[in-house]
């Protein structure tokens, strides 16, 4: 299976994750071109943002 169908069926079972947990947890280089590449496939991801307890602002990516 490959990162990209994990990381879709982390997202169907209603994980949301920052750019920096996807690319950890999968191996992906690029998060975002994996979140276009999976958008591009129908699904609907979208970003929200959030605060880190140290302060920055990230978008935490999910299906909706």
């Given amino acids: 299976m490959s990162a990209t169908q994990k990381l879709i069926n982390a997202f169907q079972k209603g994980k949301s ?5 996807i690319a950890s947890r999968f191996g992906l280089a ?5 979140v276009a590449y999976i958008r591009s496939k129908g ?3 979208i970003a929200t ?16």
Avoid: H, I
Avoid at 17 to 21: I, K, L, N
Avoid at 49 to 64: I, P, Q
């Fill in 17 to 21: 994750m920052t750019a920096r947990q």
């Fill in 30 to 34: 690029n998060p975002y071109d994996a």
């Fill in 43 to 45: 699904f609907k991801v």
């Fill in 49 to 64: 943002s959030s605060r880190l307890y140290t302060g920055e602002v990230v978008n935490k990516y999910s299906f909706k």
